[in-house]
């Protein structure tokens, strides 16, 4: 299995961001996928759930009104947009695939590190 994260991104304030993740080595539609990020000398922090099978959302509500999940059965690829950004949403940005099982599996991206800075 291989969750494969697109590139870094600087971006401005007040603009946004879309991020890449795109799964391989098993049946894409079979697990949620979480988005995950982590901000310099900060712990991860939870942003919410899609279910790829029909593309059900879940968003944590400190992200509900700025964050989009989608996922595209075609190419098994998730994605993470966020808009409105601000200099606290410098982080590295974590996909991971998961199944509760049993046994629970998970597979986490490689990161992708979004800077914003003007």
């Known amino acids: 299995v291989q969750m494969v994260q697109s590139g870094a991104e600087l971006r401005n304030p007040g603009a946004s961001v879309k991020v890449s993740c795109k799964a391989s080595?098993?049946?894409?539609?079979?697990?949620?996928i979480d988005w995950v990020r982590q901000a310099p000398g900060q712990g991860h922090e939870w942003m919410g759930r899609?279910?790829?099978?029909?593309?059900?959302?879940k968003y944590a509500q400190k992200f509900q009104d700025r964050v989009t999940f989608t996922a595209d059965t075609s190419t098994s690829t998730a994605y993470v947009e966020l808009t409105s950004l601000r200099s606290d949403d410098t982080a590295v940005y974590y996909c991971?695939?998961?199944?509760?099982?049993?046994?629970?599996?998970?597979?986490w991206g490689q990161g992708t590190q979004v800077t914003v800075s003007s």
């Open positions: 080595g098993y049946m894409f539609t079979s697990y949620d």
């Open positions: 991971d695939a998961w199944t509760a099982g049993p046994p629970f599996r998970n597979y």
């Open positions: 899609i279910d790829p099978e029909d593309g059900g959302t």
